[in-house]
């Protein structure tokens, strides 16, 4: 039996497709965004060792730190947002009659293509047709904004869909956590005569922290990535106001042929999104751990 | 709590649950109506004639095409990330041997890449195999990019397989190809469908990279071809919205039927820390 279940050829032979997918597509790709960055190079012709140079000017680049911030300040508002998603998932666990389908109907968002959304969006923003300026000069409002088109506001007008597609998702997963707490702590602590409120801070949350933790590594990690939805809304307009890393990366290396800059601003991506990962989960890593 | 602080949390959620689905209520209704309407009529009125012509339009326009191309580049993704998963997972769980922990710590690593950074390198890859503006550049980065995510929610069923039931095969004479094949996949039907309709999901809506990839009309998916015929319908709001209606049917007919499934597999594939 043992010799059998240790049978090499048959490990290799089952191992080897999904090791050659990922060693290929995957791990390699990775190491070569490090290693194009080291190159002047238009993706077509010779490539040109120019040492760091690529990454010092990564460094000083302005436009590059303009996006950063913006995709930092999409990370923030995420994981602000998560606050939202925590009470309404403390609500619909605290005996609803049909949370089950209603946590149904909040999750339909998160299953259409951010491309969809994006062009649903369009529309709902469009200043003279769209559905919310509409609502807004129903409701008498002069001159409603522009949403898409100002500068100013942009960033916050493509936050909301963002917020719509992802609330049904952390709802989710904060509902199926808070399901997971034996109703004896909860009554227990009803007896001893705490209000739903001190319930909900003091015993509720503080047994779900481990999940909490999850979501706000990757409600961050998310958004410092984040490129399809802003891609088709505005294209990083207008003016750069809206531009994020991965979109500044994506018009550098396939808008402007710079492969090389292109490539070392998709390593700084990278290495962003890890040290932030990292810095994350160091902060919120557990003194003690709770038990139930 | 009294009946009045139960009726206000309703009133709560309620919100929320319009806030989450009207846009979407509105999208179908424009897609039911023509420009006059649409322009000059309140966004909540149902359409006063519908406008099926609007679907005709856009189906003759050519969205078929990458209608077809969607659902096959989605189907054999799906077949070839759940055998090459399911195949890893169980030589990684089942047998014995010295590497499988380092394995499985390199697959779970996949799952904390962001694409973009891998992107540059996989486009002048696929340009120098002459497998840009190919679908099967596409096929191979779906199956690749989705294996961790797919693995790690079979890991844990695979896990649970009681010992005898591969005793038993082993005994009764059953090579390793006929245990996984006649025994262990048939019992995992409903964790591969799990996974198979997360992989539905993610391939369906994926977006950067047939972008980036394929450049001709007649390879691109969905996602991609809508863009084609926003720009072509540029003020013809009837045909862009029977155009997202289209594009989004199929997930959403898929969640009406399989929506246990959906809510499962999208938990599973979240908490994994």
């Avoid at chain 1, 293509?113 to 409701?139: C, D, F, H, T």
């Avoid at chain 1, 522009?146 to 909301?160: E, G």
């Avoid at chain 2, 319009?18 to 309140?42: C, H, T």
């Avoid at chain 2, 010295?98 to 499985?104: M, R």
């Amino acid at each position: 039996m043992n010799k059998v279940m240790s049978d090499k050829w048959f490990i290799t032979l089952y191992i080897l497709p999904a090791m050659l997918l990922l060693g290929i597509l995957i791990f390699i790709p990775l190491v070569l965004t490090g290693y194009y960055g080291l190159m002047r190079w238009d993706g077509i012709g010779s490539m040109e060792f120019i040492g760091l140079a690529n990454y010092i000017n990564v460094l000083q680049d302005g436009v590059f730190w303009r996006s950063a911030g913006h995709s930092f300040l999409l990370a923030l508002f995420s994981t602000l947002s998560l606050i939202i998603y925590l009470a309404v998932a403390m609500i619909l666990a605290s005996k609803i009659k049909g949370a089950d389908f209603l946590r149904k109907i909040y999750l339909i968002p998160m299953l259409l293509s951010s491309v969809a959304i994006a062009q649903l969006w369009i529309k709902i923003y469009n200043p003279s047709n769209g559905m919310l300026n509409e609502i807004l000069r129903g409701l008498g409002v002069q001159n409603p904004p522009l949403w898409l088109a100002d500068p100013n506001i942009v960033l916050y007008s493509i936050f909301v869909p963002i917020l719509w597609q992802y609330a049904g998702f952390y709802i989710l997963i904060y509902y199926a956590a808070l399901k997971g707490i034996p109703e004896s702590i909860v009554e227990a602590a009803k007896i001893d005569g705490a209000t739903p409120i001190q319930i909900a801070y003091k015993i509720k949350l503080p047994l779900i922290m481990g999940v909490v933790k999850v979501t706000v590594v990757l409600a961050i990690i998310g958004s410092l990535k984040y490129f399809d939805l802003i891609w088709v809304m505005t294209g990083g307009g207008p003016n750069g106001a809206s531009e994020v890393m991965a979109s500044y990366m994506y018009k550098l290396a396939f808008a402007n042929n710079n492969f090389g800059y292109g490539s070392a601003v998709a390593f700084m991506l990278l290495l962003i999104t890890l040290l932030v990962t990292l810095i994350v989960r160091k902060l919120t890593a557990d003194k003690e751990e709770l038990q139930y | 709590m009294g009946r009045i602080g139960y009726f206000l949390l309703y009133i709560c959620l309620s919100i929320v649950a319009v806030f989450q689905i009207f846009p979407i209520v509105w999208l179908f209704l424009f897609s039911l109506k023509d420009n006059r309407e649409i322009f000059a009529g309140s966004p909540f009125a149902l359409p006063s004639e519908i406008q099926w012509q609007n679907y005709v339009n856009v189906w003759q326009g050519g969205i078929g095409n990458y209608f077809f191309n969607s659902v096959w580049i989605t189907g054999v993704s799906i077949a070839l990330t759940l055998l090459f998963a399911s195949m890893a997972v169980f030589v990684i769980t089942r047998m014995t041997w010295k590497l499988n922990k380092f394995f499985l710590g390199l697959f779970m690593v996949g799952l904390m890449i962001p694409i973009h950074s891998s992107l540059i390198p996989l486009f002048s890859m696929f340009l120098s195999v002459n497998l840009i503006d190919n679908p099967w550049s596409i096929v191979l980065t779906y199956t690749a990019y989705n294996l961790p995510i797919t693995m790690m929610i079979l890991l844990g069923f695979f896990y649970t397989i009681p010992r005898e039931i591969e005793e038993a095969a082993i005994i009764d004479g059953a090579s390793l190809h006929r245990l996984f094949f006649g025994i262990i996949l048939p019992i995992s039907t409903p964790i591969l469908s799990t996974t198979a309709i997360i992989n539905m999901i993610y391939n369906w809506n994926e977006f950067v990279f047939v972008n980036t990839f394929i450049s001709s009309d007649r390879y691109k998916t969905l996602t991609v071809g809508i863009q084609n015929f926003v720009g072509q319908y540029m003020t013809d709001w009837g045909a862009i919205g029977a155009t997202l209606v289209i594009s989004v049917l199929p997930i959403l007919i898929a969640f009406l039927f399989f929506s246990n499934k959906i809510v499962d597999g999208i938990s599973s594939s979240a908490v994994k820390g």
